[in-house]
Nanobody, 121 residues
Framework: QVQLVESGGGLVQAGGSLKLSCAAS????????MGWFRQPPGKERELVAK??????????ADSALGRFVISRNNPKEKDTVYLEMNSLKPEDTARYYC????????????WGQGTQVTVSS
């Protein structure tokens, strides 16, 4: 099927930036959308941003709009989706995951192991 590996998390001060990567492998031809989710400590997982795999259409949660950019535009790493996070706030602290929706399904799956983002005040 599809395997996902996230990277790029870390510790950053408020106002700083981080760029997360999600590398997909396996049967990537079945992917319709890829999404970035986050789960703060003690809270539910939420969708932060998503991108359609072929058309590149994007959508953001209100909390990410204007600060985060999801992209898939590196010709050398065409099966990698990025989440560039700017103007980070302490409330952005969470474990960030990527997942995919496959063609013909609305379920999110093939979850990666996640990458931790910690924003200090």
């Amino acid at each position: 099927q599809v395997q996902l590996v996230e990277s790029g998390g870390g510790l950053v001060q408020a106002g700083g930036s981080l760029k997360l990567s999600c590398a997909a492998s396996g049967r990537t031809v079945v992917i319709r959308d890829m999404g970035w989710f986050r789960q703060p400590p003690g809270k539910e997982r939420e969708l932060v941003a998503k991108i359609s795999w072929t058309a590149g259409m994007v959508d953001y949660a209100d909390s990410a709009l204007g600060r985060f950019v999801i992209s898939r535009n590196n010709p050398k790493e065409k099966d990698t989706v990025y989440l560039e996070m700017n103007s980070l706030k302490p409330e952005d602290t969470a474990r960030y995951y990527c997942a995919v929706q496959k063609i013909g399904s609305w379920e999110w799956g093939s979850w990666g192991q996640g990458t931790q983002v910690t924003v200090s005040s």
